[in-house]
């Protein structure tokens, strides 16, 4: 019997914890359930501070800056809070090494590149993993270029790839159908264009969404004659 196919759209921004979680909750879902369906899994993008600018931002000035000062009391907490959920699907968020809000305009671009070359998935989860656990750079196109090419991306294609204007205005474009489908915050996944899971859910709910868009088939036995595609009747 033929897998049931299921498409997913992960909405997500490099710089959003909870994104990093949320994708390996689902990938954990996957994994457990890819005897089952065939997934076609592609990222789209969503940029939760566009007007970073492109050096970066001291990453306690833009909190204070876009939720007021209170939130500096509160930053020790939710980064405990996330550490703990990190942990629990073998993430090691750094928190310590995160200094700076990077633009993630270039990010993007590099997994829509990666998207046309069918590393999208290993990109993406490089980018990740190289902001939130080495504390690195996501607007440093000398380390883009290079997590590009060591996640399959080939070294022509990166050849003044940033410099030029390729992947702009796809990007842009994929970030207005985001907000025109009414998301405004992230991580967000869309299965078979029609249906819209928020937030970083447990790896059990998205087996729950599974079964309800692609539910079984169950055969049923009979002695009837049939036809294979050999042309065996």
């Not at 046309?116 to 607007?139: D, P």
């Not at 003044?160 to 990007?171: D, H, I, P, Q, T």
């Amino acid at each position: 019997m033929n897998k049931q196919k299921i498409k997913i759209d992960i909405v997500s921004d490099i710089n959003c914890p909870w994104c990093y979680v949320g994708e390996q909750r689902l990938n954990k879902a996957i994994a457990e359930t890819n005897k089952k369906y065939e997934f076609e899994v592609s990222f789209k993008p969503f940029e939760l501070n566009p007007n970073v600018p492109q050096e970066g931002m001291d990453r306690l000035e833009y909190f204070r800056n876009n939720y007021g000062p209170q939130i500096l009391t509160q930053i020790e907490s939710m980064n405990q809070r996330l550490k703990s959920a990190g942990a629990a699907d073998g993430i090691e968020f750094n928190f310590d090494k995160l200094t700076t809000v990077n633009n993630t305009f270039n990010g993007h671009r590099l997994i829509w590149l990666a998207g046309q070359c069918g590393v999208q998935e290993q990109v993406a989860n490089a980018l990740f993993y190289s902001y939130f656990t080495e504390g690195l750079n996501m607007n440093d196109i000398a380390l883009l270029t290079e997590i590009g090419i060591a996640n399959g991306i080939p070294a022509e294609k990166l050849e003044g790839f940033f410099s030029g204007e390729a992947g702009k205005k796809e990007v842009r474009e994929m970030e207005q159908w985001a907000q025109s489908a009414g998301i405004t915050g992230v991580p967000a996944f869309i299965i078979n264009d029609k249906y819209l899971i928020s937030g970083a859910q447990p790896a059990e709910t998205f087996h729950q969404v599974f079964a309800q868009v692609a539910p079984a088939l169950e055969e049923i036995v009979t002695e009837g004659g049939s036809c294979d595609i050999n042309g065996n009747c």
